[in-house]
């Protein structure tokens, strides 16, 4: 089945550490999207990448990387910059046509304990 | 500014009840408009689009929504609610001349449907 697969589901992290959300895609989907969401808010964009090798910052890009070595994978790093990171963290990809949907993993949850 | 505003964080709704879930945007332009549905710690899925044309756009799980160019609206609707309509539900934009293509999300409303 095509789709967009997010891991792990849970995520607990110490604060000081950095730890990587995985996110892996085989829709062959060249626009890739970061998003956190917090409870009460929309989604806010972290990071999005249109082409391998290539992304720009959204709208929270502060404490957070990323990488685009294959088409298929956006991993998405929450350094220990990153004040406040406990949330759920979403992942998209969408089609080349501004028309069309994006798809959406099934998220990681991100607790900093 | 660009925004989308969906005015109720809250909707109940009897089962068996029409139910609308509101949407107001403020893009320049004529803009793309999408509806989302987010059930407990899950993703995002996808439930219908605005592009052009009719007005009035039929999606997945018998929901349906209408273009209001002049009121600037897009709402969410259902004939006859259902207990497992219940869940979180976002509107989206995307400007048509954004060469990046950007969603600009609503804060989203939480529909409750009572059996």
């Known amino acids: 089945d095509g789709g967009i697969t997010q891991s792990p589901k849970y995520l607990f992290r110490k604060e000081g550490q950095n730890v990587t959300l995985s996110c892996e895609q085989n829709?062959?989907?060249?626009?890739m999207y970061w998003y956190r969401q917090d409870p009460g808010q929309g989604l806010r964009l972290i990071y999005y990448?249109?082409?391998?090798?290539?992304?720009q910052k959204g709208d929270i890009a502060e404490g957070y990387s990323v990488s685009r070595e294959k088409k298929e994978s956006f991993p998405l790093t929450v350094t220990s910059a990153q004040k406040n990171p406990t949330a759920f963290y979403l992942c998209?990809?969408?089609?080349?046509?501004?028309?069309?949907?994006?798809?959406f993993g099934q998220g990681t949850r991100l607790t900093v304990v | 500014a660009q925004s989308v505003a969906q005015p109720e964080d809250q909707v109940n709704v009897a089962e068996g009840n029409p139910l609308t879930v509101k949407c107001t945007y403020s893009?320049?332009?004529?803009?793309?408009l999408f509806w989302y549905v987010q059930y407990p710690n899950r993703g995002l899925q996808f439930l219908l689009k605005?592009?052009?044309?009719d007005n009035l756009v039929k999606g997945s799980y018998g929901f349906e929504a209408e273009f209001n160019k002049s009121q600037t609206s897009f709402h969410l609707k259902k004939p006859s609610a259902l207990v497992s309509d219940s869940a979180l539900y976002f509107c989206?934009?995307?400007?048509?001349?954004?060469?990046?293509?950007?969603?600009?999300w609503g804060a989203g409303t939480k529909l409750i449907i009572k059996p």
């Open positions: 998209a990809s969408r089609p080349p046509q501004g028309r069309a949907e994006a798809f």
């Open positions: 829709l062959n989907h060249d626009a």
């Open positions: 990448s249109q082409i391998v090798n290539d992304f």
């Open positions: 893009v320049s332009g004529n803009p793309y």
């Open positions: 605005y592009i052009t044309g």
């Open positions: 989206a934009v995307r400007d048509r001349s954004d060469s990046n293509y950007q969603l600009i």
